[in-house]
């Protein structure tokens, strides 16, 4: 089973940063994509990035592309997804989860498995 666990949301005004942590308890974590995505109140859960094998298969959404970035570090099982330059749009529930295999996917039902999520909240 895999357990994921997201961290380092909160308040932030327009315009500023945030990062985002999801620790994975996973056996072979290099072989493990990891995605975010975010929920708004009343909205389908939106892909927001993903990546798969170590950092050199990443994909993002167009809407935040250029702001946010995706990382891993295989070592500590994390994957990491800095914020920059963030808007009230990004105002959301943010999730992480994991699928098997190295190839970033941005359909949430590829992924099994879901951390609790945190809350982003963009002030304007």
């Known amino acids: 089973q895999v357990q994921l666990v997201e961290s380092g949301g909160g308040l932030v005004q327009a315009g500023g940063s945030l990062r985002l942590s999801c620790v994975a308890s996973?056996?072979?974590?290099?072989?493990?994509?990891v995605g975010w995505f975010r929920q708004a109140p009343g909205k389908e859960r939106e892909f927001v990035a993903a990546a798969g094998w170590h950092n050199n298969l990443v994909v993002y959404s167009d809407s935040v592309k250029g702001r946010f970035t995706i990382s891993r570090d295989d070592a500590k099982n994390t994957v990491f997804l800095q914020m920059n330059n963030m808007k009230p749009e990004d105002t959301a529930v943010y999730y992480c989860g994991a699928r098997s295999g190295t190839r970033p996917h941005n359909d949430h039902h590829e992924y099994p498995f879901w951390g609790q999520g945190t809350q982003v909240t963009v002030s304007s």
């Open positions: 996973v056996r072979n974590f290099s072989m493990t994509t």
